[in-house]
């Protein structure tokens, strides 16, 4: 038969919870610095420029009355 030691309780079961929570706040943190880096990475105060090539597009017809 092999002989097993009991696991002992952590220590301190709020201080698990916490760097638990820590660690979520840190991945979400760096999840939204991510985000937002992608999205306004070496645009000029984050708007893309006008595009003078592009012509405007025409406005879309009035839906046909309903029939009664």
Sequence with gaps: MIATRAQRPLPHPDL???L???EALGALCLLLFIVWWT???GRDKGELPPS???EE???APPPPPPKP
């Design 52 to 54: 003078k090539d592009r």
């Design 20 to 22: 638990l929570f820590l």
């Design 57 to 59: 597009d025409p406005p």
């Design 39 to 41: 999205m306004f990475s």
């Design 16 to 18: 698990f919870m916490l």
